[in-house]
């Protein structure tokens, strides 16, 4: 069983609708970040969560460190929004590293 | 703006080859890490480094090496290369003491 899943896997939306991708994690995290990766393959870090909520543009994550849970939303999609989504969590354990857990990744498609 | 780049984008081997990938950061960055990515199992570490010199194995490390003889720069080696290895090949760096990971574009190797 993988440490980060994600959900769901693969997600298709018109465009406009207000998206949610979510993560679980299984293990004791120090952070949890969200990613995005376009086709081509760059990542970019969108948001580190240690607790509570961030907002950016039309882009909100939140997190619920008892429940290991932590989800992605994005109102009023568009299809530039079409990518991969990737949660990764920096575990607790493993000293000073900065290692990170990444989930499998959720392919989001907008159409217009 | 921090970048990291990579030394290739598409890369044809054949099996037995000596293959080197090489990443190059320009922020002064204390860590380096390796990645390859797979469908469907998201981003594995293969090799970090923490400084120069150092390296440390991340959870697939088998049939690859690296070095980091300057700051700036970290390569993946793989010493005889196998079909196996066919993979999306991402660098990525860090500053010391913060999660926030800056990605390379990546380079998709081929090995037949």
């Known amino acids: 069983k993988n440490e980060v899943e994600q959900s769901p896997q693969n997600l298709t939306a018109q465009e406009g609708e207000f998206i949610t991708i979510n993560c679980s994690y299984s293990v004791g995290i120090s952070a949890l970040h969200w990613l995005q990766q376009h086709p081509g393959g760059g990542i970019v870090s969108l948001f580190m969560?240690?607790?509570g909520k961030k907002k950016h543009g039309r882009l909100i994550a939140t997190i619920n460190i008892q429940e290991k849970h932590s989800s992605l939303h994005i109102t009023a999609s568009h299809p530039r929004d079409s990518a991969v989504y990737i949660c990764?969590?920096?575990?607790?354990?493993?000293?000073?590293?900065?290692?990170?857990?990444f989930g499998t990744g959720t392919l989001l498609a907008v159409q217009p | 703006d921090v970048k990291v780049t990579q030394s290739s984008r598409y890369l044809v081997k054949r099996t037995g080859e000596k293959v080197f990938l090489e990443c190059v950061q320009d922020m002064d960055h204390e860590n380096m890490f390796w990645y390859r990515q797979d469908p469907g199992l998201g981003l594995r570490l293969i090799y970090f480094s923490y400084d120069v010199k150092m390296k440390e194995k991340g959870d697939i490390p088998e049939g690859y090496s690296v070095s980091r003889e300057k700051k700036e720069r970290f390569s993946l080696i793989l010493e005889s290369a196998s079909t196996n290895q066919t993979s999306m090949y991402l660098c990525?760096?860090?500053?010391?003491?913060?999660?926030?990971?800056?990605f390379g574009p990546g380079t998709r190797l081929t090995v037949l």
């Open positions: 990525a760096s860090s500053p010391a003491r913060t999660d926030t990971q800056y």
């Open positions: 990764a969590v920096r575990p607790n354990y493993g000293g000073a590293t900065n290692k990170l857990i």
């Open positions: 969560l240690s607790s």
